[in-house]
């Protein structure tokens, strides 16, 4: 069993820059994917960013090409989710996600088996 906990959510200006932790206990991640989606009010969840274990690939949703950027660090267990250039429809929560030994498409909310609880990020205008 894997427990992912969020970190680093919070209150910025539009432009502005946070930056996402995700930091998991129970189980090594080195050998797993992991995710960022977010869910803004009465919306689904939407897949953000990956990052594939096997080749360290990483995936982006094309509205946050170039200005977020996904990391791990695996001696530390976490990772990153860098936010730049932030906009106000960008305010959700944000939700880390993890894929023992996966290495196929990450963008759908079905290929990952472990989700963290969540952390609010509020973008104002």
């Known amino acids: 069993q894997v427990r992912l906990v969020e970190s680093g959510g919070g209150l910025v200006q539009a432009g502005g820059s946070l930056r996402l932790s995700c930091t998991a206990s129970?189980?090594?991640?080195?050998?797993?994917?992991m995710g960022w989606f977010r869910q803004a009010p009465g919306k689904e969840r939407e897949f953000v960013a990956a990052?594939?274990?096997?080749?360290?690939?990483?995936y982006y949703a094309d509205s946050v090409k170039g200005r977020f950027t996904i990391s791990r660090d695996n001696a530390k267990n976490t990772v990153y989710l860098q936010m730049n250039s932030l906009k106000p429809e960008e305010t959700a929560v944000y939700y880390c996600?993890?894929?023992?030994?996966?290495?196929?498409?990450?963008?759908?909310?079905?290929?990952?088996?472990?989700w963290g609880q969540g952390t609010q990020v509020t973008v104002s205008s």
């Open positions: 996600a993890a894929a023992p030994h996966y290495s196929g498409d990450l963008f759908a909310l079905g290929d990952y088996d472990y």
């Open positions: 129970g189980r090594t991640i080195s050998t797993y994917s």
């Open positions: 990052n594939r274990w096997s080749d360290d690939r990483r």
